[in-house]
């Protein structure tokens, strides 16, 4: 089987490639290797999953005509989409970053598998979507019209313009709604990274909302088993869905949307803890108030993915930051 995967450098694009290739796939990988953080850390993950099945193009998913061509010159089978501006916070200070990124480069690559005519697409959407939801755990049965940032606004976009290429133009579609994503290689922007580094640099972390928030954190190793697994669960028209009747995860179109989340969420203070324990350091703390774009709490219903794949989350918070934190170390020789 052929792929192409998007986002390639990227935090879980590059784990995604590891998989395909051990797995006996080929696999194009392309990313802009911007500079939103370290392009060291991008370059380092690129020299780790090297393989000979794998090969890398630098490319940003903004240009159109040099989209179009590399899915004329390859003809993939599969596509897992995982290239975007990402960040919440980013997004309020960098607004045309998102819509260059997040909806230019999505129609851009709906526009390559629609050409040439790819089996499934499968792409990142996020537990942002579900915004001013108040009831938990989020489904993706219930209604995400209110979201909280321009990121989260994005993402909702993705949904329903893969909606429309998979209702017109018969593009089996599956979206993936990720939940806190955490891990070895992970981003510098996310708040196990920095809450890490500044603990091991004694400089104080920030704890939103005096520390009353809770998060679906998701090791990225079982983030990658779900990704890898529903490539495999293609779509299908369904004649007999309504709106009115059916679920807006699902369709009369070949369309899905996935939530993939541990299940089980944790309060933001138990996280801090964990990585406290882990470092042996008791961390500075600067209590503050809810952030902009930020929420409460995220937590994953997962039961419509086991269904369609066996996926379970296996990785515990305490297991995950400990391979977090021992990478970390690792890496920038701590």
Known sequence: MKYLVTGAAGFIGSAVVEKLTKAGHDVVGIDNINNY???????ARLERIKHEA?????????????IANLFEQEQF???????????????IQNPHAYADSNLVGHLNILEGCRQTKVKHLIYA??????????????ATSDSVDHPVSLYAATKKSNELM????????????????????YGSWGRPDMAPFIFTKK??????????????????????????????????VIPIRDSSWTVEAGSPASSSAP???????????????????????????????????MQPGDVYQTYAEVNDLFEATGYKSKVTVKEGVAEFVKWYKDFYQK
């Open 125 to 138: 959407s996020s537990s942002s979507v579900y915004g001013l939801n108040a009831k938990t755990p989020f």
């Open 37 to 43: 953080y370290e392009v060291n850390l991008k370059h």
């Open 255 to 289: 369309y899905a949307v996935y939530n993939i989340g541990h299940g089980s969420p944790i309060n933001l203070m138990d996280f801090v803890k964990a990585i406290e324990d882990e470092l042996g350091i008791e961390a500075k703390k600067n209590f503050r108030e």
């Open 162 to 181: 893969a909606h429309s290429y998979s209702h017109l133009y018969d593009i089996p579609t599956t979206g993936l709604r990720f939940f806190t994503v």
């Open 54 to 66: 794998f090969r890398f193009v630098q490319l940003d998913i903004a240009q159109r005509d040099e």
């Open 77 to 91: 089978d599969r596509v897992v989409h995982l290239a975007a501006q990402a960040g919440v916070r980013y997004s």
């Open 199 to 232: 603990i091991l640099d004694g400089d104080t972390i920030d704890i939103n909302n005096n520390g009353d928030m809770w998060r679906d954190f998701t090791h990225v190793d079982d983030i990658v088993e779900g990704v890898v697994r529903i490539a495999d």
